[in-house]
C-alpha cells in the first residue's frame, strides 16, 4: 500500500510512491490476484518439543497445587499430637544449612 502520510512530499518520492502504485496494479491486473507482498500472513510453527512442553503445561495447569488431603490429614496429626517428628532429621537439615550458609 501506498503511505499518503504527510501531503507535503518531496518531488523525488512523489514519483517514486507514483510508480510504486503503477507497479502493483499493473502487477494485479496481469495475475488477476493481489500482489504477493499483501497476500503474505506471519505463521508460527512449533518444533515437536514445544507442542509436548505446551501439552504438558495445559495438563499441569488441571492440577491442584496444593493436595487438599494430605494438608488436612496433617494438620488433624497436629492437632491430635500424632504428627511424627524426627529431631534426627531437623538436626541433619539444620546443620546442612548452616554449612550452606557459611559457604555462600
Request: no cysteine; charged share 25%.
Given at each position: 500500500?501506498?503511505?499518503?502520510?504527510?501531503?507535503?512530499?518531496?518531488?523525488?518520492?512523489?514519483?517514486?510512491?507514483?510508480?510504486?502504485?503503477?507497479?502493483?496494479?499493473?502487477?494485479?491486473?496481469?495475475?488477476?490476484?493481489?500482489?504477493?507482498?499483501?497476500?503474505r500472513?506471519?505463521?508460527?510453527?512449533?518444533?515437536?518439543?514445544?507442542?509436548?512442553?505446551?501439552m504438558?503445561?495445559s495438563?499441569l495447569?488441571?492440577?491442584?497445587?496444593?493436595?487438599?488431603?494430605?494438608?488436612?490429614?496433617?494438620?488433624?496429626?497436629?492437632?491430635?499430637?500424632?504428627?511424627?517428628?524426627?529431631?534426627?532429621k531437623?538436626?541433619?537439615?539444620?546443620?546442612?544449612e548452616?554449612?550452606?550458609?557459611?559457604?555462600?
Amino acid at each position: 500500500m501506498v503511505n499518503t502520510i504527510g501531503r507535503n512530499q518531496p518531488a523525488g518520492i512523489k514519483a517514486y510512491t507514483s510508480q510504486k502504485t503503477t507497479r502493483l496494479r499493473e502487477n494485479e491486473n496481469a495475475s488477476g490476484n493481489k500482489p504477493a507482498a499483501d497476500s503474505r500472513e506471519d505463521r508460527v510453527l512449533l518444533s515437536p518439543m514445544a507442542k509436548e512442553i505446551q501439552m504438558a503445561k495445559s495438563q499441569l495447569q488441571g492440577i491442584p497445587d496444593v493436595r487438599a488431603e494430605k494438608v488436612t490429614e496433617i494438620k488433624n496429626q497436629i492437632s491430635q499430637g500424632t504428627y511424627p517428628v524426627s529431631s534426627e532429621k531437623i538436626a541433619h537439615r539444620l546443620m546442612g544449612e548452616s554449612l550452606l550458609n557459611e559457604l555462600l
